[in-house]
């Protein structure tokens, strides 16, 4: 029924910069506060930064404030994620994520999410 599909990943040297998209098919985004995560290889998924279903507020994890920026449109059904300043241990691969509530809400804690994409593989290297 419904689906979300991330895109944007690639390869970039440090310092560059990616836009991360995710598109929710079979639903109203709208209605769901949408996460952002990662994962490494070996290491426990990431919370990263959390929008509210207008956008009135979001939240960043310590690891990623200042330097990636999460914003929505949901006339398109799409979130996006965009990472600046990419350092090497910010690779790995990022998720986005949506829960429907009907109230304020923002979490990086991945147990608050119902419905996760497939990831899209960001890798930093010089």
């Known amino acids: 029924q419904l689906q979300l599909v991330e895109s944007g990943g690639g390869l970039v040297q440090p310092g560059g910069s990616l836009r991360l998209s995710c598109t929710a098919s079979?639903?109203?985004?709208?209605?769901?506060?949408i996460g952002w995560f990662r994962q490494a290889p070996g290491k426990e998924r990431e919370g990263i930064s959390s929008?509210?279903?207008?956008?009135?507020?979001?939240e960043y994890a310590d690891s990623v404030k200042d330097r990636f920026s999460i914003s929505r449109d949901n006339a398109k059904n799409m979130v996006y994620l965009q990472l600046n300043s990419l350092q090497p241990e910010d690779t790995g691969v990022y998720y986005c994520?949506?829960?429907?509530?009907?109230?304020?809400?923002?979490?990086?804690?991945?147990?608050?999410?119902?419905?996760w994409g497939q990831g899209t593989q960001v890798g930093v290297s010089s």
């Open positions: 994520a949506a829960r429907r509530i009907p109230y304020y809400f923002t979490s990086l804690n991945s147990d608050d999410y119902d419905f």
């Open positions: 079979g639903f109203t985004l709208g209605h769901y506060i």
């Open positions: 929008i509210t279903k207008n956008a009135y507020d979001t």
